[in-house]
């Protein structure tokens, strides 16, 4: 989802409506550039068609600075990208941009290629999971060449200076020493 965000982003900044101004000049934006932004966007949704009759009501027809600043700077929670305010400000941006709504937006985003930035993500996903697995099996291999301690190998996937790395460190010496790491120690 943070794709389609960005994307939306990208899409707003690049309006003819937003572009063509100061704000498409500015990099970084202030309160007060949000509370132009807030401006041209009401403005564009108190004409739109799609915002006539009880679509109006449904949704409303402005945004706040406040919100588009938190929209823009990711202060957002988790917990909102599912709250029915947040979507319903969600649709109004892409009603902005010329969509229906904001899955019309997501389908296009699809059609277009957005898509592959999101399997992008996962391939990346992907790949971060067989790294940690690779890591693990090689803390396994080490486990089972005891007493020796080699940790050439878990050190291609941790830094040696890690806490992580001096843990698996420490459990094979006491592995090594006899003790197990899991029972209390007995003096």
């Excluded at 309160?31 to 799609?50: D, W």
């Excluded at 971060?128 to 007493?147: G, S």
């Amino acid at each position: 989802m943070n794709t389609i965000f960005q994307k939306l982003k990208e899409d707003l900044k690049q309006h003819p409506s937003i572009s063509g101004t100061y704000l498409g000049l500015v990099e970084e934006w202030k309160n007060s550039h949000y509370q132009n932004l807030s401006e041209i966007i009401n403005n564009e949704l108190s004409k739109s068609e799609i915002l006539k009759n009880d679509k109006a009501f449904e949704l409303g027809k402005t945004i706040s600075s406040i919100t588009l600043k938190r929209f823009y700077e990711d202060k957002f929670s988790e917990s909102a990208k599912t709250d029915l305010r947040f979507i319903k400000t969600l649709d109004k941006l892409c009603i902005f941009l010329g969509y229906e709504n904001l899955n019309e937006f997501i389908s296009m985003q699809k059609r277009s290629g957005t898509v592959q930035k999101l399997n992008d993500q996962t391939s990346s996903h992907d790949d971060f999971i067989r790294i940690i697995q690779n890591c693990r099996q090689q803390e396994f291999d080490c486990i089972a060449k005891l007493p020796e301690i080699n940790l050439l190998q878990v050190s291609e996937f941790v830094f040696e200076n890690s806490p992580y790395y001096q843990r698996i460190r420490g459990y094979l010496h006491d592995l090594q020493k006899g003790i197990s790491p899991l029972l209390p120690k007995t003096t």
